[in-house]
């Protein structure tokens, strides 16, 4: 009885070890398993990434492959451009009058706009020669007549008389703002050039001013100048005319 009794036991004890160990296998595998699927989704997710990394970058290379055509295309153009743009500049240099020549351009427009016959224009032009037989310049100077200059007007003659020159100008103030008897040289004057004969030119503008005008066959060139207070320079010299 008591060997059936342990025999009966030592049966059941191997059972439940035999389930027991059973299991543990089950639990291993599972582990196994569920390690397995880890390791295989891992594999997939780091393949997709690789993936999705290698278009992004083959998408952005390609971009930039664009991006480098149209930087170069804008380039040419950049410089396609600014030899264009030379080419209108000195164009325009060459068709449109500067400087001295603009000026003169702007001159003869006014006197044709003016009434002068063209023909007329073009003979004065043409008649126009480097000045020859010029005399010496000689200088000159004359006390300026001001609103408050109360005394004579002086006046400078040239050419034994045949031109005189004579000024008014603004007069200066002092600090207190009263104004003074001399002339400021600062602001606008007005000359008068006289000929013998009793016709009168004015020219008005700030100094320094120049000038001239025929009168028989002599021209006479004025330059005028501020100089000592209350005085105006004037430079003149003749030459033959035409």
Not at 90 to 99: A, C, F, M, N, R
Not at 162 to 170: E, L, R
């Amino acid at each position: 009885m008591n060997f059936m009794s342990h025999e009966f036991g030592g049966r059941r004890s191997r059972r439940k070890n035999a389930q027991r160990n059973r299991r543990i296998g089950f639990v291993i595998f599972m582990i196994a398993l569920l390690c397995a699927t880890c390791f295989w989704w891992g594999g997939e997710k780091e393949r997709t990434s690789q993936l999705a990394f290698k278009e992004q970058a083959t998408k952005l290379q390609e971009e930039r492959t664009g991006l480098d055509e149209v930087i170069t295309k804008l380039h040419s153009d950049v410089q396609s451009t600014q030899v264009r743009y030379q080419q209108l500049e000195e164009k325009y240099k060459q068709e449109v009058p500067q400087g001295v020549f603009k000026q003169l351009t702007d001159l003869v427009k006014k006197q044709l706009d003016s009434g002068i016959k063209p023909e007329r224009l073009a003979f004065l032009i043409d008649a126009a020669r480097p000045p020859k037989n010029c005399t010496e310049p000689v200088v000159k100077r004359f006390v300026v007549k001001t609103p408050v200059y109360s005394g004579p007007q002086g006046a400078v003659a040239f050419g034994n008389g045949v031109v005189t020159v004579a000024g008014d100008g603004q007069a200066s103030v002092n600090a207190a703002g009263a104004p003074e008897a001399w002339y400021d040289p600062g602001k606008k004057v007005k000359l008068t050039f006289t000929e013998i004969g009793g016709k009168r030119t004015e020219k008005e503008g700030l100094l320094p001013l120049q000038h001239s005008l025929v009168v028989g066959n002599k021209e006479y060139r004025f330059t005028i100048a501020a100089g000592e207070r209350s005085f105006m320079s004037v430079t003149s010299d003749s030459c033959d005319y035409p």
